[in-house]
């Protein structure tokens, strides 16, 4: 499975935006995904999940209100609604797709395939 992620981008406090990550190969509908994110000097951290049929989502606390994950599984698509984006928000975001089962959905360790990043920048 090969991850492509596209729309990150430059804005403002308050501004939104929209993630996209795109999946060739594999199986997708079988696939539980998921994003996380990683800012300079920190370690990656979990942002949102979703299982394979996409009706389960699971979000991290720092996060939740602002963001919504969808999986579109006719499409071969995962999507990060990010909207209210704070200046804490900035980080190179990943998308990851898994096998259901093993480890809980905000464990990196799930995940078998990774995007290679988009940048999202938010200013004050």
């Known amino acids: 499975v ?21 999946a060739s190969g594999g199986t997708f509908s079988t696939l539980k995904m998921a994003w996380f994110r990683q800012s300079a000097g920190r ?15 699971q979000y991290a606390d720092s996060v939740k209100g602002r963001f919504t994950i969808s999986k579109n599984n006719d499409e071969r698509t995962l999507y990060l609604q990010m909207d209210n984006l704070k200046p804490e928000d900035t980080a190179i975001y990943y998308c990851a797709a898994g096998f259901p089962g093993g480890y809980l959905p905000d464990s990196p360790k799930g995940y078998t395939y990774f995007g290679q990043g988009t940048q999202v920048t938010v200013s004050s």
């Open 43 to 57: 370690e990656r951290e979990f942002v949102a999940a979703v299982n394979w049929s996409g009706l389960s989502t």
């Open 2 to 22: 090969q991850l492509q992620a596209s729309g990150g981008g430059s804005v403002q406090a308050g501004a939104s935006l929209r993630l996209s990550c795109t």
